[in-house]
């Protein structure tokens, strides 16, 4: 699939900082990959380590004063990176739209989820009527029971797993290319998590799109994804399809997180928690970002930052000590001719 | 339906407010020093003429019928006689009431006016030289006593400039009475407006952060529907609050703004009728500025209700 598909999303050599009173803090520090049509592409990684922040970037909604500072994205065939606020509102929604991790503050308090569904079309030649039956259709595809009573309603009266699909409704409304699902469970719990991820899923097949999906769950990549990147302190440390990340993680980093995982094989045992703490992005050690916190850490890891590399085709991965980390085993078996 | 209830409901809360208000205007005129008998009829009268006034004034009858008989004239409207002009207080008041409520209106939609657009700029370039600026200025403006701004207004407008009366009312026409509202209603709206725009800038400042303006953004609206349906519609919420709270205020300011300006309004009504030690007026305003306190109340709870749904009925 991958090499033949077109790209719907390109992001190159990305840096997002955010310059404060007398530090610099490097959100996003030079991330780049690609998004094909039709796949779900997973952003893994700790808070903090700039998977939101390359979503705001891309979505050009960065907080102040975050501003991208280098690189390049192109949706579509089409260089974004600069564009004006203008320009950008008319590719938001249509060509690309977003989800957050908190349905309760993601909607507005005070107006009608009706309303809130029919602003999607402010721009489309449509009558009330029409944009009404339209807001009708959207809130039964997300599976919202009687659409025509529930949309009177206000979000303080639907609950987390409602305003979740809501938001999903709003979001979809004007069928866009790429879907950003910013950690779009992680508020809700477990057995709405399954259903909301389910109904994302359906979605992207009916409405043919392709997601970008920012958690910090393995198990969520593991069920939605077809690639994943995982990101550490603003830097993507590995990428590679889903089961080569299973199978045979190559960064000590997705060791350490598939290793952190409880073991159905041995329960009782005590996870396997990562040393040390995320660094402080305003002050990132010299060389590589993990090597504080890095089993295999050499002297090398400690002077220069590793550069990303492709060790297979489709797998990529930035470190210094590839020879150590071959051994590594994941916690799925490798299927025939997948082992990098 | 439901909205219909809740202010039935409020409606009848007001009841108990107002039975308290009515005890405490009664006892009024009974807690001030001297006998309102010999007053009304004249320090050198006879005791005779004394008892006399005092049975035609029904003070010879037990407080709780005194009471009885107040609460019955209130109900049906008779609010008295003016001690000083011999006139029903009534009519007096009907004829000032227009004024007042005009000048309050005013320099309410006059507050808005500046507080709305300004508040919102202040809130957008939080910390930068606009923001400032205009947070300097309200400071100033909630700090400078209003008869000495409207004195200002009037030295500058009406004495050197010429281009409004300085003061009266000139009931010609429906033009000439606004000419003659708009110094004081200016000089009132000003510490409203500051009042309203330190408050508009701060609920701005924290609504562009939230989530649902970015996720508003993110549908592709337009800037200015983002401005209006989101940040300026929640902004609205806690500043309709804080503009009754200011309305209630002006009714009070309006005594001092009416004596500057010389209108003919119940504040100027109140001034009169306390430097005249006129207590059936004094009385009778007194719980009227409550009233009209409590029905401001109501409207704002009404107009809450539809700007925020999370209102319980």
């Known amino acids: ?340 | 339906m439901r909205r219909l209830n809740y202010i039935l409901k409020r409606l009848l809360q007001m009841l108990p407010v107002l039975l308290v208000v009515t005890i405490m205007t009664f006892l009024m005129i009974h807690l001030i020093p001297g006998d309102p008998a010999r007053i009304m009829a004249g320090e050198k009268a006879r005791p005779d003429a004394v008892e006399a006034m005092r049975v035609k004034l029904g003070l010879d009858k037990p407080l709780w019928e005194q009471y009885w008989i107040y609460l019955k004239n209130l109900v049906t409207l008779d609010l008295g006689t003016s001690m000083k002009f011999s006139r029903p207080v009534a009519e007096m008041i009907g004829e000032r009431l227009p004024v007042t409520i005009a000048l309050t209106l005013f320099s309410t939609a006059l507050g808005l006016l500046f507080a709305l657009p300004l508040g919102y700029v202040a809130g957008l370039q939080k910390d930068q030289p606009t923001d400032h600026a205009i947070r300097i200025s309200t400071l100033v403006a909630i700090a400078m006593p209003s008869f000495w701004v409207g004195l200002l207004l009037m030295i500058l407008f009406s004495v050197t400039l010429h281009w409004l009366p300085a003061g009266g009312w000139d009931a010609t026409s429906l033009f000439s009475e606004f000419k003659c509202l708009i110094l004081p209603a200016f000089t009132q709206s000003l510490m409203t407006a500051a009042i309203l725009i330190r408050d508009m800038r701060n609920s701005v400042v924290d609504i562009i952060r939230q989530d649902y303006v970015d996720f508003a953004k993110s549908k592709g609206l337009s800037a200015g529907a983002v401005r209006r349906r989101h940040i300026i519609r929640n902004s609205m919420v806690s500043t309709v609050t804080l503009l009754s709270m200011r309305m209630a205020a002006l009714l009070g300011g309006s005594v001092i703004i009416e004596t500057v300006f010389a209108l003919p309004g119940i504040g100027k009504l109140t001034y009169d009728a306390i430097s005249a030690r006129d207590y059936t007026v004094v009385q009778s305003v007194v719980f009227l500025f409550a009233l009209l306190v409590l029905v401001v109340n109501l409207l704002t709870d009404i107009i809450y209700s539809f700007l925020d749904p999370r209102v319980e009925f």
């Not at chain 1, 008319?90 to 308090?109: A, C, D, H, N, Y």
């Not at chain 1, 990101?231 to 089961?243: A, H, K, N, P, T």
């Not at chain 1, 990340?245 to 960064?251: D, E, K, Q, V």
């Open chain 1, 1 to 340: 699939m991958i090499g033949v598909a077109e790209r719907i999303l390109e992001v190159k050599d990305l840096k997002t900082y955010f310059p404060g009173r007398d530090e610099l803090v490097k959100a996003v520090d030079g991330v780049s990959f690609e998004v094909y049509k039709g796949e779900t592409f997973g952003l893994v990684g700790e808070s903090g380590c700039g998977k939101s922040q390359t979503c705001r970037s891309i979505l050009g909604l960065l907080k102040k004063p975050g501003r991208v500072v280098d690189g390049q994205i192109i949706l579509d065939g089409q260089d974004i990176t600069h564009l004006k606020e203008k320009e950008l509102r008319k590719l938001r929604g249509k060509k690309m739209s977003v989800i957050f991790q908190e349905p309760m503050t993601s909607l507005s308090p005070v107006l009608k989820i009706k309303k809130q569904l029919m602003e999607v079309f402010d721009d489309t030649p449509m009558t009330r009527a029409e944009k009404q039956q339209r807001a009708v259709e959207l809130l039964r595809m997300v599976g919202i029971p009687s659409p025509e009573l529930r949309m009177e309603e206000y979000t303080f009266q639907f609950s987390g797993g409602m305003r979740q699909r809501a938001m999903i409704a709003m979001a979809l409304g004007a069928r866009p290319k790429l879907l950003i699902a910013d950690e779009p469970t992680t508020a809700l719990d477990v057995t709405i998590q399954d259903q909301i991820m389910k109904l994302i899923n359906s979605l992207k097949q009916e409405l043919d799109m392709s997601i970008i999906l920012v958690t910090h769950d393995l198990g969520v990549i593991a069920q939605m994804c077809d690639r994943v990147a995982v990101m550490y302190s603003g830097l993507i440390m590995e990428m590679c399809d889903v089961v080569t990340l299973f199978a045979s993680p190559r960064h000590p980093y997705t060791y350490a997180l598939m290793s952190s995982l409880p073991d159905p094989a041995n329960k009782g045992a005590r996870l396997n928690a990562i040393q040390g703490s995320p660094p402080n992005l305003a002050h990132l050690p010299e060389g590589c970002p993990f090597w504080p916190r890095c089993t295999e850490c050499a002297d090398i890891c400690k002077r220069e930052r590793p550069e990303m590399r492709e060790i297979a085709p489709g797998h990529s991965v930035r470190c210094h000590c590839l020879d150590k980390t071959a051994a590594y085993r994941g916690i799925i078996e490798a299927p025939q001719g997948k082992e990098a």
